[in-house]
């Protein structure tokens, strides 16, 4: 069972993930209902605990996820998706049960990256139509029965290939843009503050993701070291 997700991955702090405005407040409207859950729960009010993120690759979808996961201190399970349904067909629905039930007992956060993996086998043309009924059935009773002292994130680049029936099922939709200006710089920032000033020099590029922007500065930070070493030894 192990090889259907893992759980080793480091803690993130949920103020290191730089969000837009909108998002940001979706996130914290989010975190103060579920933290909130109990009370409300008194007045048979329903508590979002599921969530779907989608947008550019890149842009803090996994980050979210277990920012999350840190912030309500709870196991993050990310699921591997292409082992579950590279499997052999009938082995499919066997392995999302035994997944869910896995964690059911453990008020954890379970997190599906690349869920069109699953949501776009509702498309029957080329398949057995009754195997890929009884895949999609099958997740669609594990969401509906999903505990809620856990939660459940689905995450895509491609919400367009997600079946609308799936997308219903959870509570919340939040949308990963291009960061803007403003949140890259802050991000550059931020990244940036842990060097040297003498290191810090650097050309800041735009309109990318955030993991673009990432990989730019340990690029112009490495060569901005190695520059300063090779002159020092002049």
Known sequence: ???????????????????????????????????????????????????????KSGCGKTMTARALAARLQKKLYIVN???????????????????FKSVEHKKAVLFFDEFDSLGSMRDYDNNDTSEMKRVVNTILQLIDSF???SI???????????????????????????????????????????????????TRIYDISYAEAKNHVFDRVKKNIIAANKSSQI
């Open 81 to 99: 998706l292409s082992t579950i349904v590279s499997s052999r067909l009938g082995e499919t629905a066997k392995n999302l049960s035994s997944l």
């Open 147 to 149: 505990p809620l002292d």
């Open 152 to 202: 459940l994130i689905g995450a895509t680049n491609q919400i367009q290939l997600i079946d609308e029936a799936l997308l219903r099922r959870f509570d919340l939709k939040l949308e990963f843009k291009t960061p803007a200006k403003i949140a890259l710089d802050q991000y550059y920032k931020q990244l940036l503050e842990k060097y040297p000033k003498e290191y810090q020099d650097i």
């Open 1 to 55: 069972m192990e090889s259907l997700y893992l759980t080793n991955l480091s803690p993130v702090k949920l103020e290191d993930v730089v969000f837009d405005s909108d998002l940001q407040r979706q996130i914290n409207d989010f975190l103060d209902e579920y933290e909130h859950r109990e009370m409300l729960e008194k007045y048979q009010l329903p508590v979002a605990n599921k969530l779907f993120l989608h947008g």
